[in-house]
């Protein structure tokens, strides 16, 4: 079993920055992917981001390349969300996940947080 545990949403101007955190509880956390998704009103659960166990492979969508960098840190049990030249479209509350694949799909992650809101302002 694994607890998460998302940090670091708020509210910013449009092209400002966040750093999101994910703290991981248990003694496993370096065995699984770990993700970032996002989902806004109305809308379906997004994929954003994944990052492979050891953190030297990474997976983004189309859109926030270039702008977002996830990354981990083992030994802290945590996964990070750079967020960069934030846009009113990035607007969403924002969930941690872990897995097993390093996948796009939501179904493959087994564990989840509670989410973090992110607002951007235009």
């Known amino acids: 079993q694994v607890q998460l545990v998302e940090s670091g949403g708020g509210l910013v101007q449009a092209g400002g920055s966040l750093r999101l955190s994910c703290a991981a509880s248990g003694r496993t956390f370096s065995s699984y992917v770990m993700g970032w998704f996002r989902q806004a009103p109305g809308k379906e659960r997004e994929f954003v981001a994944c990052?492979?166990?050891?953190?030297?492979?990474?997976l983004y969508v189309d859109s926030v390349k270039g702008r977002f960098t996830i990354s981990r840190d083992n030994a802290k049990n945590t996964v990070y969300l750079q967020m960069n030249s934030l846009k009113a479209e990035d607007t969403a509350v924002y969930y941690c996940?872990?897995?097993?694949?390093?996948?796009?799909?939501?179904?493959?992650?087994?564990?989840w947080g509670q989410g973090t809101q992110v607002t951007v302002s235009s």
């Open positions: 996940a872990a897995g097993t694949l390093s996948s796009r799909s939501p179904d493959t992650y087994l564990y």
């Open positions: 990052v492979s166990r050891g953190g030297g492979n990474t």
